[in-house]
T-cell receptor
């Protein structure tokens, strides 16, 4: 069965430090990978995606993510965290046999400490 | 402004009383879907629609119905709500190509007592 894992429920990081939010996936075929962010009492907002090509993708608000096919991972990163980055982050995938379904990970709560 | 609009934002209802949550998008997107969000489980897809009159089950379709009579609207229907359907619901739309990202509504917090 296809799945997406975010192994950390909670990530705490000091403001100004680099942050990483981890995502691994288990799918057949070539995946399309996405990161979304959810601020309190809001819907999800798109951050970035990997479709093909360069394994390092850049997205909104200074975020980037690295696709690693051998490790089946798509970790979200930012060089210098801001307090305003505190939110819930979701990894999602579309893949074979049907790209119609979208599978989300359970989410990781990021807290950036001033 | 591109947006997905859900109504209502909050709803408290009683077991067995039919309800409909509406969803409308103004981006001419073909693909629309409904998710429920529960703590520790992330978002789970309930139903999706590839285009008008084309709908299919997601991972947790039991107890829900949908219809897609017009491209812009994708209502979620609970014919006989039960307490285990208490959740936060999101509607989303995106282009039909597989590499497109989703636009989400603001969410509907449903409580079934």
């Amino acid at each position: 069965a296809q799945s997406v894992a975010q192994p950390e429920d909670q990530v705490n990081v000091a403001e100004g430090n680099p942050l990483t939010v981890k995502c691994t996936y288990s799918v057949s075929g070539n995946p399309y990978l996405f990161w979304y962010v959810q601020y309190p009492n809001r819907g999800l907002q798109f951050l970035l995606k990997y479709i093909t090509g360069d394994n390092l993708v850049k997205g909104s608000y200074g975020f980037e993510a690295e696709f690693n096919k051998s490790q089946t991972s798509f970790h979200l990163k930012k060089p210098s965290a801001l307090v305003s980055d505190s939110a819930l982050y979701f990894c999602a995938v579309r893949a074979d046999p049907s790209y119609d379904k979208v599978i989300f990970g359970p989410g990781t709560s990021l807290s950036v400490i001033p | 402004e591109a947006q997905v609009t859900q109504n209502p934002r909050y709803l408290i209802t009683v077991t067995g009383k039919k309800l409909t949550v509406t969803c409308s998008q103004n981006m001419n997107h073909e693909y629309m879907s409904w998710y429920r969000q529960d703590p520790g489980l992330g978002l789970r897809q309930i139903y999706y629609s590839m285009n008008v009159e084309v709908t299919d089950k997601g991972d947790v379709p039991e107890g829900y119905k949908v219809s897609r009579k017009e491209k812009r609207n994708f209502p979620l229907i609970l014919e006989s709500p039960s307490p285990n359907q208490t959740s936060l619901y999101f509607c989303a739309s995106q282009g039909n190509r597989r590499n497109t990202e989703a636009f989400f509504g603001q969410g509907t917090r449903l409580t079934v007592v």
